[in-house]
């Protein structure tokens, strides 16, 4: 399975030419999936997250400025700016910033509508 979105091809002109979005997601998309969290999220060159994934929760991330590399169930790909990533959950992953500047990213977390909980993160063995 390959994470990336084509945000590109996501784009879509609004309110007749003024406003240009792409839609990352939509709960009509994942029926049952109606709490969404959003963090802005930073790493240091050389930084970035362990290999885990997340029992009860989807991820997106949308890179904003930096480049990284992701580790999605053992493959990699190279994220720069505008790059957006699906991460089902259960699917084990990790980015790293492999720049020399700040990376800054989006990482939208998708639950269930009984969800209520803090997002778990299970390190990945």
């Known amino acids: 399975m390959n994470p990336l979105l084509d945000v590109d091809a996501m784009t879509e002109s609004v309110y007749g030419g003024d406003v240009v979005r792409a839609l990352l997601y ?67 992953h990790r980015i790293t910033n492999t720049g020399d500047e700040t990376l800054r990213y989006l990482a939208f977390h998708i639950a269930d509508a009984d969800f209520g909980g803090a997002v778990e993160h299970v390190k990945a063995g």
């Open 26 to 92: 939509a709960s009509a998309e994942n029926p049952g999936s109606h709490v969404v969290r959003v963090a802005v999220a930073s790493a240091e060159p050389g930084r970035g997250g362990q290999v885990h994934h997340h029992p009860r929760t989807d991820e997106t991330y949308f890179i904003i400025s930096g480049s990284a590399q992701l580790e999605f169930d053992g493959a990699l790909h190279d994220l720069g700016p505008s790059s957006c990533v699906r991460i089902p959950r259960g699917t084990k």
